[in-house]
């Protein structure tokens, strides 16, 4: 267990550090940092306190340490102090209004914020045009006593993208930022990236340990390799490679002995619709007509446990802690709207926790299977994908003869399933340990960089 200390600021100008005697026993320490910023100070054992560090006032205005009653935690690397760490949660979308700064996002960050207390870190929110490039300073979103502030800070010791949407991500003056901070300051980054469905499928595909998790999944290429799914599964997806929120997904079913084909899709309105073709191509040039198809892939069709007649699939949450190892953080239940070609809550479906579905010992059983692929998808993701992953939301099913299958991995999963009431702790837990992630990150950026960087 990492220790935290409080640091105090005392009202003079010394260019003293006193510090708890276990921290600064038989060291050489020269510099304080916080930060990028740096300087040179002494450091004195200060026998009274094990649980604090004190700066001066001069100290607190070179290196823009912000005087917030926050335990931090203390790393020594190169005789050099660094308290923090300082973590800069990077987004866009930002407003003139006060109160609301990040628009409808605003109490989202606001709950993410409020965990620094507890993980021992200083987290921030900024975009692009905070960031003042000559003077290596952040003009950054505080949410403190219930209440937002802009503070200038240092460049962060580690930045946790928040990005909203593929096409923020995708914009090129966002892009030069991250590359800029990655590469020149060195800035480790985290969880950068959605997820293209089909790659991250033939990514893991490669790994052994997971291809059993994987139902068979193609890009779109001919009538006559759907028709061979269709006549081995009865049923297959149609999504899109890019897609979220359940959008664009179709349900294509066949029955044999009636030589039909349905489709189940929700319109323009949102409005869950089944229809009836003669053949492939009927329902083709009628649904699809107006849709690229390159941009689409298949996915064979799973017989779902069911309850109260409706599907059911899971939202199992992993994030990595602040030693850097993958914990499942929650797990929930989606039911199916009726008529619903996905669990989505949009379209009308519901979010139970698994004990209010399943008996005990299956509600066990099922926790316990979600828990392991979970677990062993998130290593091979973090094994197989560029970048530092952080967290993941998969979605998952479990077939009627028990079997777990992997529908998508979101790199930004979404946070519908935390309003269920019995899921609050775990939405807790998930903000926690998306933040203490950084403290584990700075420590390898200062102990071993080459493992970060490589």
């Given at each position: 267990m990492r220790k935290h200390y409080l640091i105090e600021v005392a009202q003079n100008d010394q260019l003293i550090v006193f510090c708890p005697p276990a921290v600064i026993q038989n060291k050489q320490i020269k510099r304080i940092a916080f930060g990028s910023k740096s300087m040179e100070v002494e450091f004195r054992p200060h026998p009274d306190q094990e649980d604090r560090i004190v700066i001066s006032r001069k100290i607190k205005e070179t290196i823009q340490f912000p005087h917030f009653k926050i335990p931090m935690h203390a790393f020594l690397e190169n005789e050099i102090l660094y308290i923090g760490p300082l973590v800069g949660i990077f987004t866009s979308g930002f407003t003139s209004l006060p109160k609301q700064p990040?628009?409808?996002?605003?109490?989202?960050?606001s709950k993410l914020l409020s965990v620094s207390k507890t993980v021992g870190a200083l987290p921030f929110?900024?975009?692009?045009?905070?960031?003042?490039?000559?003077q290596g300073t952040i003009e950054g979103y505080f949410f403190l006593d219930h209440a937002w502030q802009t503070i200038e800070v240092p460049f962060p010791n580690v930045i946790y993208d928040r990005l909203p949407n593929r096409k923020s991500e995708g914009s090129p003056k966002l892009i030069k930022v991250r590359e800029r901070l990655q590469k020149e300051y060195l800035i480790p980054w985290y969880n950068p990236g959605f997820f293209n469905k089909l790659d991250i499928y033939e990514r893991l595909?490669?790994?052994t340990s997971v291809t059993n998790y994987l139902p068979e999944t193609y890009p779109f290429i001919s009538f006559s390799s759907i028709e061979t799914m269709l006549s081995k599964y009865g049923h297959i997806f149609i999504k899109p490679k890019n897609g979220s929120l359940g959008l664009g997904v179709h349900q294509v079913i066949y029955d044999k002995h009636k030589d039909d084909y349905y489709c189940r899709f929700q319109d323009d309105k949102g409005v869950n619709r089944l229809r009836k073709y003669s053949s492939l191509e009927s329902l083709f040039q009628s649904?699809?007509?107006?849709?690229?198809?390159?941009?689409?892939?298949?996915?064979?069709?799973?017989h779902l446990l069911r309850t109260e007649q409706r599907s059911v699939d899971f939202r199992v949450h992993t994030n990595k802690d602040d030693l850097g190892k993958w914990n499942v953080t929650a797990i929930a239940a989606k039911i199916a709207g009726?008529?619903?070609?996905?669990?989505?809550?949009?379209?009308?479906?519901?979010?139970r926790t698994l004990s209010e579905i399943f008996p005990k010992e299956e509600c066990e059983l099922y926790t316990?299977?979600?828990?392991?692929?979970a677990l062993l998808l998130s290593t091979a993701l973090d094994a197989n994908v560029e970048g530092i992953i952080g967290e993941i939301g998969f979605d998952l099913g479990i077939d009627r003869t028990g079997d777990v299958w992997l529908f998508e991995a979101n790199s930004k999963p979404g946070r519908s399933i935390f309003s269920h009431p019995e899921l609050k702790e775990f939405d807790y837990l998930t903000r926690k340990l998306s933040i203490a992630f950084a403290v584990f990150l700075t420590e390898q950026s200062l102990l071993h960089p080459e493992e970060l960087f490589k």
């Open positions: 990040i628009g409808e996002r605003t109490l989202f960050f929110v900024f975009g692009e045009p905070h960031i003042d490039w000559e595909q490669q790994d649904v699809f007509a107006n849709q690229s198809l390159e941009k689409m892939l298949v996915q064979q069709g799973i009726q008529g619903s070609v996905t669990t989505h809550a949009r379209s009308g479906g519901d979010i316990e299977k979600l828990s392991n692929a």
